[in-house]
C-alpha cells in the first residue's frame, strides 16, 4: 500500500488566527515534526510505501492529507473544504496525486462541500457522515460518484464533539469495524463492531494497514484495548501535537 502525507514545515506553526483554521493550540515545532516522522517510519517499517508531498504555503492544515481529496481503487475524487481556510487543498494534492499517474473519477462542487474525513470504504460500503464539513449536497454528489462504481450508500449525522465520521470508526477489513457506540446500529448491518466509548474526538480513528496491524494515537486507550482483545496488532504512537490541529492518525495519511 501507498501512503501519501505531507510531513509540517513552517505553515502548520506559523498561524496567527488559530480559530480559522479549527487549530485548538499552536503545536510545537520540533515535537510536531518529530511525531510526524515516527508514524511516517512506522508505517515504513510495517512495510508500506510512504510519498511526501511539500507542505502548501499558508495552509497550516495541509499536514492533513486525508480531507482535501479521497482515494478509492478506481481512482481519486476532487472534495471541496468545508473549512473555508483549507480551500486551495484539494487543487493542491490533486495535481500530487495525478504526477503519480492516479486518474480523477469525480469532482465534488459548489454549493456542495465534503471532506475526506467524511468517507469511510470498505469493499462494497461507502459510509458516508454528514456533518459541519460535509453538508447535504456533499453526501448527494459523493453518493452518485461512489455508487456509480457499485457503493452500497450508507449515511449517518456527526454530532459534536466528533469533525469527521473517521473520528468515530475505522474499516478493519473483512467484517471488521471499530466504532464508537453513539453511532447507530443499523448503519454497520452485516458487520462486526468493536465497540468504543463516545468520549473523544478521535475515539474511533484508527490507521489499519491489512490484514491485523493497526496504529492508534497512544492516548486513546480504548480503542488500544478492544483491538488488542480481538487479536489485532496495535502499535501506540504519541500524536499530541496533531491532536491540537484536531486532527488523528488517519487525518495524516492518504491512502492510494
Known amino acids: 500500500m501507498r501512503f501519501l502525507m505531507c510531513e509540517p514545515y513552517k505553515a502548520y506553526f506559523d498561524v496567527e488566527?488559530?480559530?480559522?483554521?479549527?487549530?485548538t493550540?499552536?503545536?510545537?515545532?520540533e515535537m510536531a515534526i518529530l511525531q510526524h516522522r515516527k508514524l511516517s517510519k512506522m508505517?515504513?517499517?510495517?512495510?508500506?510505501?510512504v510519498i511526501k508531498v511539500k507542505e502548501l504555503e499558508g495552509h497550516p492544515n495541509s499536514v492533513f492529507t486525508k480531507d482535501p481529496v479521497f482515494c478509492t481503487p478506481f481512482g481519486y475524487i476532487k472534495l471541496r473544504m468545508g473549512l473555508k481556510s483549507r480551500r486551495g487543498e484539494e487543487e493542491w494534492l490533486g495535481k500530487a496525486l495525478e504526477s503519480m499517474g492516479q486518474n480523477r473519477i469525480g469532482e465534488i462542487t459548489a454549493p456542495a462541500t465534503a471532506e475526506g474525513g467524511d468517507?469511510?470504504?470498505?469493499?462494497?460500503?461507502?459510509?458516508?457522515?454528514?456533518?459541519?464539513?460535509?453538508n447535504s449536497a456533499g453526501i448527494n454528489q459523493l453518493s452518485k460518484i461512489?455508487?456509480?462504481?457499485?457503493y452500497e450508500i450508507r449515511v449517518a449525522e456527526v454530532p459534536n464533539p466528533y469533525l469527521h465520521l473517521?473520528?468515530?470508526?475505522?474499516?478493519?477489513?473483512?467484517k471488521n469495524i471499530v466504532a464508537v457506540k453513539s453511532l447507530r446500529k443499523d448503519f454497520f448491518d452485516g458487520f462486526r463492531v468493536l465497540e468504543v466509548p463516545s468520549d473523544n474526538f478521535i475515539s474511533g480513528n484508527v490507521i489499519f494497514l491489512p490484514?491485523?496491524?493497526?496504529?492508534?494515537?497512544?492516548s486513546n486507550f480504548a480503542a488500544i484495548k478492544v483491538l488488542r482483545k480481538s487479536d489485532f496488532e496495535v502499535y501506540g504512537i504519541d500524536l499530541s501535537e496533531f491532536v491540537?490541529?484536531?486532527?488523528?492518525?488517519t487525518c495524516l495519511i492518504q491512502q492510494f
Open 17 to 23: 488566527n488559530l480559530k480559522i483554521h479549527n487549530i
Open 25 to 29: 493550540e499552536r503545536a510545537k515545532t
Open 43 to 49: 508505517i515504513e517499517d510495517l512495510g508500506h510505501e
Open 119 to 134: 468517507i469511510v470504504l470498505s469493499d462494497k460500503i461507502a459510509f458516508l457522515g454528514h456533518s459541519t464539513r460535509t
Open 146 to 150: 461512489l455508487s456509480s462504481f457499485g
Open 166 to 174: 473517521g473520528g468515530m470508526m475505522t474499516f478493519l477489513g473483512g
Open 211 to 218: 490484514p491485523d496491524k493497526t496504529i492508534v494515537e497512544k
Open 244 to 249: 491540537k490541529g484536531t486532527g488523528g492518525p
